[in-house]
Nanobody, 115 residues
Framework: QVQLVESGGGSVQPGGSLRLSCAAS????????MDWYRQAPGKQRELVAS???????NYADSVKGRFTISRDNAKNTVYLQMNSLKPEDTAVYYC?????????WGRGTQATVSS
């Protein structure tokens, strides 16, 4: 059974940083691309960052230069380092994997950016 468990959310002031983690189990982690999505109140879920099995990363324009996605295949974990946070980054952040044509999601972790 595939499980994704996020951690690392919290509350920070504008300009601050958070590091999100997503621990995966039930899959051969190194074989699969991994994604981070977010959903703000009243808005649709949006793709924030993706990382391929080989480590190539892509980002939404809104977070380029501020967020960094990375993975540690030995720990079955994907990370999202979020710097220079803005109030508009406030959202629930979800880890996602597409495994054998099925979508798997974590339960999410809340990140709040407010002064």
């Amino acid at each position: 059974q595939v499980q994704l468990v996020e951690s690392g959310g919290g509350s920070v002031q504008p300009g601050g940083s958070l590091r999100l983690s997503c621990a995966a189990s039930g899959i051969i982690f190194s074989r699969y691309p991994m994604d981070w999505y977010r959903q703000a109140p009243g808005k649709q879920r949006e793709l924030v960052a993706s990382i391929s099995s080989g480590g190539s990363a892509n980002y939404a324009d809104s977070v380029k230069g501020r967020f960094t996605i990375s993975r540690d295949n030995a720990k079955n974990t994907v990370y999202l380092q979020m710097n220079s946070l803005k109030p508009e980054d406030t959202a629930v952040y979800y880890c996602h994997a597409l495994v054998l044509y099925r979508d798997y999601w974590g339960r999410g972790t809340q990140a709040t950016v407010s002064s």
